[in-house]
């Protein structure tokens, strides 16, 4: 999904942009690219494949200049090469532009371009907005990119720098993030913030349609008519040592690690006098006893929380809870159904996938209050929702993620406690069991890490897998689905999620001598049934890992080749805990097979794109 940075300022830029480079490059990393200003001229330095290999191009070179632009490629038009990595420029190579996004009447505006004689030499759609900003430039970059920005239909973060005005770079945003970092006598630009914390916490939050202009000692913001816009700066709370690896070897073992703090502060940040505070979502209960559903709509693993939680809801509020991807949410034909009458739910973690942003707006236009689980503050959906609800898991850098998850069911139970308490479905008694066991959790997890050299012997035993099964029943179902997930996007092994019983109705047929099935169950009345799918398996030769609590161990003795186990706890919530060993497996696992553990091929951790 691209991420880009920009400094202008008294520093040396290289290092300022390479360094930002570095830490967006969760966002992409295909290859990467600088452009910068040195001995009067534009310098643009590209290199396919990771940051490193466009380190290793630059060599020694110093910028001597102090304002440059930065790119980090996730590839959308055209393969991963030189040519095609960002920053773009102009025929002349006097106007350098980084993008984020799709420009999606490219093709258009390229042959309307290539009829005025103007040649192509990438295949990427950003290459246009080069040209057009040459062609539209009389002397004012930032009329330039504003009139540039008039004729581009899709989405962008931009950020522009020409020779012709080189103490500035221009940036403009719509549908792809963008923040400007406010220094002293620095100013920087970045898809992210962990790009900049280094240098300062204080931004201001690029609005869609809106541009700026950026010098070392100013910053102004216009609106899409051009009008100045006043902004307050918006300060961020996180720490430039949450960017850090603090010892550990990956960010994705640190962040799996950081869980029980990161529940413990999710949950600490609601707790008022023994009971769960959710005034930021500001529903009242006479709203809540007239909702007759609740509709959930996320992506990748916040989507997987999504059904989880489903399940959570529907248990103790008793009312009935849909989910949806939210790429198929938002094509519903020939619109998505949608009554006054639900509640709208959408999560994610980065707060900046495309689709759930698009689900978000569709879901308002039809009138509907939306409340948003993410963990970005001032990201586009924590500001567009009607009300927020922040996780609390910090900065979250490994792509595949962890805290990030896991926070987010712990707030889909806070919802759907309150939804009951206050729809009556919950005594007291059995409201206040429910707040001592959520608080429970952040210790439990504690101690299902520290059994961690269990997971990591079964790793060592199982990298070499082509093929592996994840089944559960209920609530354990919705939760292999991330177990699994987070085998294949760690590990690249084929791994399936099936509910259990559905198992025999096909995917049966794949299992083989020695075929790995992780049996997830941990809801005492689903237990036998689980047990009879077990013995399906096993009599078709795979080798079973069941996973249970503690108190039903030895029920799966007979039947299962290993049984793991998480400390006791009511079943509702032993899925929170059951999620921390899947995390390790695939974690394990993609460490004996040497995968790029924090950056997984092909994916990236902001979906910007649709
Ligand atoms: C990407 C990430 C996943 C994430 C999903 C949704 O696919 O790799 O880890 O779950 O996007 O992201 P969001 O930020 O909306 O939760």
Redesign the pocket.
Known sequence: MCGIVGYVGKKDVLPVLLGGLGKLEYRGYDSAGVAFVKDGQMKVIKAKGRLSNLREKLGDVVAEDTIGIGHTRWATHGEPSDINAHPHTNTAGDIAVVHNGIIENFSKLKNWLISKGIHFVSETDTEVVAHLVNYMYEGDLKSAVMKTIKMLEGSYALGVITLKEPDRIVAARKDSPLVIGIGKDENLIASDFPAILEYTKDVYLLDDGEVAEITADNIEIYDVLGNRVHKEPFTIDWDVSQAEKGGWEHFMIKEIHEQPVAMHDTLMARMRDGKIDLSEINVTEEYINDIEGIHIV???????AGILGKYVIENIARIPVSVDV?SEFRYRMPSPLLSKKDLFIV???????AD?IAALREAQSKGAKVIAI???KGST?SREADFTMHTQAGLEIA???SK??TT?CLCLYMIGAEIARMRGEMSQEEYDRFVKDLQKIPDLMKMVLDKKEEIQHLASMRFGDVNEFFIGRGIDYALMMEGSLKLK?LSYIHSETYAAGELKHGPIALIEDNTLVMALATQKPLIEKVISNIKEVKARGAYVVAMTQDRYREQFEKDSDLVLTVPDIDDLFAPLLAVLPYQLYGYYTAVFKGCDVDKPRN?????TVE
Not at 347 to 353: A, R, Y
């Open positions: 996320a992506c990748g693993s916040a989507y997987h939210a999560i994610s973690q980065s707060g900046e996938t759930t993410t963990n970005v959906i792509v595949a993620t990030g998850y987010q996007e994916l990236a951790k902001s979906v």
